[in-house]
């Protein structure tokens, strides 16, 4: 466990990087590992702006040769100096320039790499909780986004603002050396067409915002009818969907019109500023030349000047914009993923050992929302290879008691031991390697079903893992698909059936092998023969383990050793099934209401 040096309550898993929760310090240090490059680019960028911007100099030079040049003088003798200055400052902007194009290929990418295993790192801590409030497309887009944004950020600054404020540095000294009221006046245009540039940005960053927001809602809406598109056609709304979809892109042209009137409103402004730039420059060098203040060469560079500035500085606003839509993207990224971690280890946490598989739960509290208990000092013991089926209606506590034990929430008070070893105590990764889970709805990675199954252990041979299939009753559907093992079952599984993908989770889990294994309908989904045929294998393989199965199919739990029965977070009745039969108490009666094997979702 570590804290936040700036707020000592913003606790993260020992495990996880150190990203700092703003911004700034985020974009910092995702860059730190590259501040020797990032060095090296900005002398770059700045060799490549100066040699860009001295060009008018060299003219400058070149006029003043021309105007000095005596009669019979060949024409390398004359303008041999600034010919070669000339030269120079193009080789130089050429060379600056592509060099520092070299250093952005080469930090680019491992940027971008370095931003999204950070995040991704910190990301894989949170808890259940945390996951099952967000979207996992969400999440995913939001790291990459927030680490493109990172480098966008970054190179807005080394590509567009650094050299930008070379130019105007460098040219503002050149137009002082000349004449400093003619700097004067340069440097208080640059001085209020960058303020200015800046509060319009920030005064267009709101539109900019909500046409993003409304174009999000367009495309939003979009995939929603799409993946609802044969819902539409068999209520026969092709019509109604193309209508509800015209009001929303209405919506999007009009925050787009409010959108673009703004930044032309911007353009007036820049174009105004330019000609007040060029008019100013080259009228007052008019006169100071005029008067003898200054030479051509001077005259010369003082319009040259003038124009590269104003290249420069057209898009200055955009920029600007660009730029806070890049620290948006980060700060959004960071306020959504580097959160305080809710369940981490404990800084001297050791690893869970199991040797029996004895399960307590000791005096445990616990409440998902304050004032809203679902255990009150909860104690109960699972017997070390004990087979105990859990059963009441939906929101008993049924579910409840299987996350805690598999640490997905944590008891605000009392413990839970296994083999004597309370698991708040131990590391997250040694109690997940000793307990495995069967949901009832499977989710399988869009990977081979050799690497689904396989995960259960990395290391398995071949041979194992077929015989964790024949024993999950998988064998002969693998073999039956064209590429056998090596076949890839689409995102979360869709191309199995659901009952193909529970048959692939409990070969999984039995290739885990682990001491304590957790049933949470794991056959809901299978026909009743191939369900009686995996119950069987699962019987045999369970030996020893200690076993929790959670049913809302009575039938699959009766030949179990033990049944605790959940009412409202209590357990009311514990025993086998006959001996809970012959009580005819909560069990009985659940027992009798069943309506086609399965329980209802509440009493009646």
């Known amino acids: ?70 009669a019979g003088a060949t024409l390398w003798e004359a303008f041999k100096q600034p010919l070669l200055l000339l030269i120079g400052l193009n080789l130089a902007e050429i060379l600056f320039s592509r060099a520092s194009g070299a250093l952005l290929i080469v930090m680019g990418p491992r940027l971008r790499q370095r931003t999204s295993q950070l995040l991704y790192a910190y990301l894989q801590q949170h808890s259940p909780r945390y996951f099952a409030n967000h979207f996992a497309g969400s999440l995913a887009h939001r790291v990459s986004e927030t680490a493109m944004s990172v480098n966008h950020t970054t190179w807005s600054v080394l590509f567009d603002f650094w050299p930008i404020a070379i130019t105007f540095m460098v040219s503002i000294v050149l137009l002082l050396q000349v004449h400093t009221g003619l700097g004067g006046f340069v440097a208080g245009w640059v001085f209020l067409y960058v303020v200015s540039s800046y509060w319009m940005a920030t005064r267009c960053q709101p ?70 730039l060029k008019i100013g420059t080259i009228g007052y060098a008019l006169q100071l030349w005029n008067s003898g203040e200054i030479g051509v060469g001077d005259f010369a560079m003082s319009t040259g000047l003038a124009l590269l500035i104003i290249g420069d500085a057209r898009n200055l606003t955009r920029r600007f914009l660009e730029f806070f839509e890049y620290v948006g993207n980060v700060a959004n990224g960071v306020e959504t993923i580097v959160k305080p971690h809710e369940i981490i280890d404990k800084p001297d946490a050791q690893p869970l050992k199991v040797g029996a598989g004895r399960i307590e739960f000791r005096n445990v509290c616990f409440a998902y929302e304050t004032g809203r208990p679902v255990f009150d000092n909860l104690s109960v013991t699972i017997e070390p290879g004990q087979r105990v089926g859990l059963v009441g209606y939906s929101g008993s506590g049924k579910s409840t008691f299987v996350s805690l034990i598999l640490r997905n929430y944590e008891p605000q008070s009392g413990q839970i031991l296994i083999d004597g070893q309370d698991i708040l105590q131990t590391t ?16 399988l990675f869009h990977r081979s079903l050799k690497e689904n199954i396989a995960y259960g252990r990395l290391r398995a041979s071949d041979a194992e893992i077929q015989a964790a299939t024949r024993l999950a009753h998988a064998d002969a559907f693998i073999e039956a698909m064209p590429d056998a093992y090596e076949a890839l079952v689409g995102e979360r599984g869709v191309k199995l059936s659901g009952g193909q993908r529970q048959r692939i989770a409990i070969a999984r889990v039995l290739l885990k092998d682990a001491p304590i294994l957790i049933l949470d309908e794991a056959t809901s989904s299978l026909d009743s023969l191939t369900e009686k045929t995996i119950q069987e294998n699962l019987d045999r393989v369970m030996g020893v383990k200690t076993v929790i199965a959670v049913a809302h199919r009575l039938s699959t739990i009766a030949h179990l050793d033990r049944i605790l029965v959940f009412d409202q977070g209590r357990i009311v009745e514990d025993g086998n099934h006959e001996r809970l039969l012959a009580e005819k108490g909560f069990y009985y009666r659940l027992w009798s209401m069943q309506a086609g094997g399965f329980l209802p979702d509440r009493q009646v």
């Open 1 to 70: 466990m570590s804290k936040d040096a700036k707020n000592p309550d913003f606790q993260r898993a020992a495990t996880a990087p150190a990203l700092p929760a703003h911004t700034v310090g985020f974009i910092w240090y995702c860059l730190r590992r590259f501040r020797g490059m990032i060095l090296l680019m900005m002398a770059m960028e700045a060799g490549q702006a100066a040699g860009g911007i001295l060009v008018p100099y060299a003219i400058k030079a070149l006029m003043d040769a021309v105007a000095a040049h005596p």
């Open 207 to 276: 539109y900019a915002q909500n046409y993003a927001a409304v174009r999000s809602l367009v495309n939003g809406k979009i995939v929603d009818t799409v993946t609802n598109m044969l819902n539409v056609k068999l209520f026969a709304r092709l019509d109604y969907e193309r209508e509800y979809l015209e009001g929303v892109l209405e919506d999007e042209v009009r925050e787009g019109r409010r959108t673009f009137w703004y930044m032309e409103r911007v353009r007036w402004f820049q174009f105004i500023a330019a000609a007040v």
């Open 428 to 443: 997250q990764d040694s109690l997940h390697r000793q307990v495995s889970l069967i949901p009832q709805e499977p989710s």
